[in-house]
C-alpha cells in the first residue's frame, strides 16, 4: 500500500512546483515510475484521483504514468544495458558486478501548468 505515500507526495511535489511557477491550475503532470519500485500502476492512478481534491490547483490534472525499465552500468566492461526481470547481470559481457542506473525511481517529470501570463 505504499502507492498511497508515493500519491500523496507526487501531489505535494507537484502542487509545490506549481505554486512556485505562480500557477493557478496544473493541467497534466508526467510521472515515471521505476520498475524496481514495484509500484501497482493502476493503485498509483487511484490515489492520485482520490487524493486530489486536496489541492485545489491539481483538481483536474491529468496524470501520466510512464514506467522506466531497469538499466545497469557493468563495472567490469562499461556497458550500459536494459534488464528484464530479477537476476541482473551485464547484457554485454554476464558480469553481475553492475549498479543500477536506471528503473529505480518515482520522478515528476514534468507539467504543464496555467498561470495569468497565458
Keep these: 500500500m505504499h502507492e498511497l505515500s508515493l500519491a500523496d507526495e507526487v501531489l505535494g511535489i507537484a502542487d509545490e512546483a506549481a505554486a512556485a511557477a505562480g500557477a493557478w491550475e496544473v493541467l497534466r503532470v508526467r510521472v515515471g515510475v521505476g520498475w524496481l519500485l514495484q509500484v501497482e500502476r493502476q493503485s498509483l492512478a487511484f490515489y492520485l484521483e482520490a487524493l486530489r481534491r486536496d489541492y485545489p490547483r491539481l483538481r483536474d ?58
Design 61 to 118: 490534472t491529468v496524470f501520466e504514468l510512464e514506467e522506466e525499465a531497469v538499466r545497469v552500468r557493468c563495472r567490469a566492461c562499461g556497458e550500459e544495458t536494459a534488464q528484464a526481470g530479477w537476476g541482473f547481470a551485464c547484457g554485454a559481457c554476464g558480469s553481475r558486478d553492475i549498479e543500477v542506473v536506471a528503473g529505480d525511481l518515482l520522478e515528476v517529470r514534468d507539467m504543464e501548468v496555467r498561470t495569468d501570463d497565458v
